[in-house]
């Protein structure tokens, strides 16, 4: 039962570098997104996903690109590293929700978190 | 876009004493609503949701919440709380379509011994 995994949980970067995170999930969501955790801020989304194929912007995009090639996947990308961008990052899953069917409630299942760091 | 508001940045209280934790939200279309606790160190975990039906919701670890709709509000609650509910406590919204959740700025509960 692996639910939302996220690779890798720590990085360190600096100022310019570019890198990806990874989330994947096996539950066979349709949806995916991903947050960025700032203390005092709660969570803000920076993009989602309603499908394979398909993504869309959040609150927060500027900085990072997305792809969903894949259902169980979603990444998330940062071409040009900046201190602004140091934040714990977390993906999420959801089934759309259908309050009528008891699985498909539409919670979010959220990965353990990816600690990025910006010098 | 919706806005959801928790009132209380932390909330210190001593151990089996009540607790209630507050959030509002701002919307004139049918939401769904959720509570979600952070552990130290790990991610969301569902607390409870409200999706139809009744305004008072039960989750887990004895946590209950209740929606009302004319103060837009839907405030956690537990009877006495642990020194294990310690953690951070994010209230959420969806719109209808569920495509995107917004979630309030968290409150941090404190249990004291």
């Known amino acids: 039962n692996a639910g939302v995994t996220q690779t890798p949980k720590f990085r360190v970067l600096k100022t310019g570098q570019s890198m990806t995170l990874l989330c994947a999930q096996d539950?066979?969501?349709?949806?995916m997104y991903w947050y960025r955790q700032d203390p005092g801020m709660g969570l803000r989304l920076i993009h989602y996903?309603?499908?394979?194929?398909?993504?869309a912007k959040g609150e927060v995009p500027d900085g990072y690109n997305v792809s969903r090639l894949k259902k169980q996947n979603f990444l998330l990308g940062l071409e040009s590293a900046a201190p602004s961008q140091t934040s714990v990052y977390f993906c999420?899953?959801?089934?759309?929700?259908?309050?009528?069917?008891?699985?498909?409630?539409?919670?979010?299942?959220f990965g353990e978190g990816s600690r990025l760091t910006v010098l | 876009a919706q806005s959801v508001t928790q009132l209380d940045s932390q909330v210190p209280v001593f151990e089996e004493a009540p607790v209630e934790l507050r959030c509002n939200y701002s919307?004139?279309?049918?939401?769904?609503l959720f509570w979600y606790v952070q552990y130290p160190n790990q991610g969301l975990q569902l607390l409870l949701k409200?999706?139809?039906?009744?305004?008072l919701v039960k989750g887990i670890n004895g946590f209950e919440a209740e929606f009302n709709k004319s103060q837009t509000s839907f405030h956690l609650r537990k009877p006495s709380v642990h020194i294990s509910d310690t953690a951070e406590y994010f209230c959420?919204?969806?719109?209808?379509?569920?495509?995107?959740?917004?979630f309030g700025t968290g409150t941090s509960l404190t249990v004291i011994p």
């Open positions: 409200y999706l139809s039906g009744s305004t």
């Open positions: 999420a899953s959801s089934y759309r929700i259908n309050p009528y069917r008891t699985t498909n409630t539409g919670e979010l299942f």
């Open positions: 996903s309603v499908g394979e194929g398909t993504t």
């Open positions: 539950m066979n969501h349709e949806y």
């Open positions: 919307s004139s279309v049918s939401v769904y």
């Open positions: 959420a919204v969806s719109d209808g379509a569920g495509n995107q959740f917004y």
